[in-house]
């Protein structure tokens, strides 16, 4: 049974830099192809991709986000971890990690999401 | 980038009636690359097509997909109370992965 959960702050700063962790069970990110990705949705709009990391460390990011985004991965205690840096208001939103399978361009199992809001 | 556009923004309709949301995408999209998905409020979104016409494990056989190159297609064959609720399409192409803008589904 796969399961994604995703932890952080619930409010940050303008300008400061916001820190989440997924924690997963029931897969390994160190299988050929398994990788787990980021996607945010502001309150009341609609999803947005960010970020994508595979089982082999490749990364994939948002164009538009890509200079403010990092996502890691800590295979051992099955943790991925992304970070925006120089956050704004606009960047609030709930935020999910989910999985996506070897060979799939699609996920199939998400997080609960975490809401994020950025305000001074 | 791929933009996808679905359409219409809002749906009214009764359960028991059929309903057929529409995304289109400003370029040609694999059909292997093409994914639908129903968030309902205060829920992640659910997977519900992959390929796009494959049926999500789980998914009862109301829910069906198709379409190819631009443009594609959600059919719920009889709507259940249930189904009311936002849909999205999604595309991977380029290495990257674009949502379209969302379907809600109401209750007429």
């Known amino acids: 049974q796969i399961t994604l959960k995703e932890s952080g702050p619930t409010l940050v700063k303008p300008t400061q830099t916001l820190t989440l962790t997924c924690a997963f069970s029931?897969?390994?990110?160190?299988?050929?192809?398994?990788?787990v990705g980021w996607i945010r949705q502001p309150p009341g709009k609609a999803l947005e991709w960010l970020a994508l990391?595979?089982?082999?460390?490749?990364?994939r990011y948002s164009p538009s986000l890509k200079s403010r985004l990092t996502v890691t991965k800590d295979t051992s205690k099955n943790q991925v971890v992304l970070t925006m840096t120089n956050m704004d208001p606009v960047d609030t939103a709930t935020y999910y990690c989910?999985?996506?399978?070897?060979?799939?361009?699609?996920?199939?199992?998400w997080g609960q999401g975490t809401l994020v809001t950025v305000s001074s | 980038e791929i933009v996808l556009t679905q359409s219409p923004g809002t749906l009214s309709l009764s359960p028991g009636e059929r309903a057929t949301l529409s995304c289109r995408a400003s370029?040609?999209?694999?059909?292997?690359?093409l994914a639908w998905y129903q968030q309902k409020p205060g829920q992640a979104p659910r997977l519900l097509i992959y390929?796009?016409?494959s049926r999500a494990t789980g998914i009862p056989d109301r829910f069906s997909g198709s379409g190819s190159g631009t443009d594609f297609t959600l059919t719920i064959s009889r709507l259940e109370p249930e189904d009311f609720a936002v849909y999205y399409c999604?595309?991977?192409?380029?290495?990257?992965?674009?949502f379209g803008q969302g379907t809600k589904l109401e209750i007429k």
């Open positions: 370029q040609s999209v694999s059909n292997s690359y």
């Open positions: 990391i595979y089982w082999d460390d490749d990364k």
């Open positions: 999604q595309q991977y192409g380029s290495s990257r992965y674009t």
């Open positions: 029931g897969f390994s990110l160190s299988t050929s192809g398994v990788a």
């Open positions: 989910a999985h996506r399978r070897v060979g799939a361009s699609y996920f199939d199992y």
């Open positions: 390929g796009a016409s």
